[in-house]
């Protein structure tokens, strides 16, 4: 290993608390790009980005392919965690601020040329996004529902995405109904509903 990387992990183990061996899908890999997408949920709903420069190139060519919402992702840099590269990714691109060890890894492919990590971010809260990302994409909130409807939600995304968007909706449906309790009554043996 490098010793700048090594060098690196070490503060990083002194910022966070994590230690390699606790986390090590928290290292980069040696000479091996990776790349990031953030799921951050939040009660608000779920921060959606998409290419407007692509929307446009796609508008001048006419091009009928379609443009996709995505989760905000991007590439790591040199030196950067897993973790390091998706709290900066969101943060660019959506404008939420998490914590790295707020970050959840969900999944992790080989893509060949490089290796791609699903984060999931629980939000307390329902941040304010950016206007625009970093490089001008769109941002928007949506519902789990809306992506579970969405028909140009970034298919790579939506394969990792589905079943905890599933799971949360799911859960939603069953918050909402409350539970009806049938007690018996002592004297008279009548059932009472609370």
């Given at each position: ?18 230690l ?25 709903g ?52 998490v ?10 492919e080989?893509?060949?040329s ?81």
């Amino acid at each position: 290993m490098k010793a700048w990387l090594r060098k690196r992990k070490k503060e990083e183990e002194k910022e966070t608390g994590v230690l390699d061996d606790q986390a090590p899908w928290l290292q980069e890999g040696e000479g091996r790009g990776f790349a990031v997408a953030v799921l951050a949920i939040s009660p608000g709903g779920i921060p959606l980005v998409r290419d407007l420069r692509k929307a446009a190139q796609h508008a001048e060519r006419q091009n009928l392919a379609p443009v996709f919402w995505k989760l905000p992702s991007g590439k790591g840099k040199p030196g950067e965690t897993k973790a390091a590269a998706g709290a900066r990714e969101l943060l660019e691109e959506s404008g939420v601020d998490v914590e790295q060890k707020d970050l959840i890894l969900l999944s992790s492919e080989d893509r060949g040329s490089h290796d791609y990590f699903f984060f999931r971010a629980n939000l307390g809260y329902t941040p304010e996004l950016a206007p625009m990302g970093d490089e001008g994409e769109e941002v928007s909130m949506f519902s789990v529902e809306e992506i579970l409807r969405m028909p140009d939600f970034f298919p790579p995304h939506r394969k990792v995405a589905l079943p905890i968007l599933a799971d949360l909706k799911d859960q939603r449906k069953s918050s909402r109904r409350s539970p009806t309790m049938t007690i018996a009554v002592a004297h008279g043996g009548h059932a009472a509903s609370q």
